[in-house]
């Protein structure tokens, strides 16, 4: 930041003076000719002020330091106010400036500084500034009222109305709304024990519905198909049935300590806590997977629509895998609803604990 007030110092916008009776600095703003006491604040100006004029090209003489903005009976004063044009009727930048040491609700109470500033003078910009710390905002105005999104910088001189600032402008709200979704958002829930214990039983599913779907294909299925079970007696649903069924119950037998709350598991019906638990968790699940994945019983073996989702238990669906692929029949739709399985697994040990509570 030193090279920046050095490129001022040079380009004749910014000077050091000592006062010869006192010894204190002063700040001297030639081009505004502004003498103002050396602060921890003046010296972010003094740089942010030497960047509006030679990083982003705004002239020296559209921009007013100290500008005046009425706030009820009284009038407060803002840092540097950067206007469209000479004439200098409309505000561009509302520009706030803070010590480089200020701490975050400090920084925070700046930003509010500038909207409160804003909502009198309407400017198109803010840029809130302490050198370390920089955040900077779009106006925009509506029927409904005004809205501010974040933006990663401020336009440079002659290029707001262009076409390409308004895509990069764009972009850049998008990027920033995902950003602030996902530090205030996102980041809190991933912190939670809740999302760790719903990740773990996520994992824990995933591996058991994999190794089942395996298991189901190269050995149930075969054996269904030689016994000639299939379309008489059961349907390829049903066979899926034993992915999430069993995955079901293992999950819960192996995280008992936190699906089932210690009352349940001390209790003497505590068996029935456990299939309790597993049929809140199993029966939505094939609900809404019959849902998605199902066949009529006459397209058993229809070849017409093998690869909707709707015939997704037709034989000819089956057949579609190479032999080393056909986990995936059951596989597929598990993957699908695996988190729902692993969310209704939470929920049940939320309304377990909940039960316990009533009691």
Not at 11 to 32: C, E, I, M, S, W
Not at 60 to 84: C, N
């Amino acid at each position: 930041m030193n090279d920046i007030l050095e490129k001022g110092k040079s380009a004749g916008l910014v000077r050091l003076d000592k006062q010869h009776n006192t010894g204190n600095q002063r700040v001297f703003y030639p081009k505004a000719n502004i003498d103002v006491p050396f602060t921890p604040e003046e010296a972010v100006r003094m740089r942010v002020y030497t960047q509006l004029v030679l990083d982003y090209g705004y002239k020296p003489e559209l921009i007013t330091f100290e500008h005046q903005v009425k706030m009820g009976s009284s009038y407060k004063r803002v840092d540097l106010a950067v206007f469209e044009d000479i004439s200098k009727f409309k505000l561009l930048i509302i520009v706030e400036c803070k010590r480089e040491d200020i701490n975050q609700s400090g920084f925070e109470e700046a930003e509010k500084q500038a909207f409160s500033y804003d909502n009198q003078q309407a400017a198109a910009y803010i840029w809130v500034s302490s050198l370390s710390k920089n955040s900077y905002y779009k106006n925009s105005y509506t029927a409904t009222g005004r809205t501010r999104d974040k933006l990663a910088d401020i336009p440079s001189f002659g290029t707001k109305n262009a076409f390409w600032y308004y895509i990069y402008e764009f972009l850049s709200i998008q990027l920033n709304f995902l950003k602030t979704l996902y530090d205030d958002v996102i980041v809190p829930i991933v912190r939670k024990k809740w999302f760790l214990r719903y990740l773990v039983y996520l994992f824990l599913f995933f591996v058991s519905g994999y190794f089942l779907s395996i298991f189901n294909a190269n050995t149930l299925t075969p054996f269904a198909i030689r016994k000639n079970l299939l379309q008489n007696t059961i349907t390829f649903k049903h066979l899926y049935w034993f992915v999430p069924i069993v995955s079901t119950l293992l999950v819960v037998l192996l995280m008992r300590e936190r699906v089932l709350i210690r009352a349940a598991k001390s209790s003497k019906n505590k068996y029935d806590y456990y299939w309790v638990a597993v049929l809140m968790i199993i029966v939505p699940t094939l609900f809404f997977t019959g849902i998605f994945f199902d066949y009529k019983k006459d397209c058993y073996k229809c070849i017409d629509c093998l690869n909707e989702w709707k015939c997704w238990w037709s034989y000819n669906h089956f057949a579609l895998y190479a032999r080393e692929d056909r986990y995936l029949e059951y596989f597929v739709p598990f993957r699908i609803f695996a988190p729902l399985l692993a969310f209704l697994t939470l929920l049940v040990n939320w309304i377990l604990k909940f039960y316990k509570n009533l009691g």
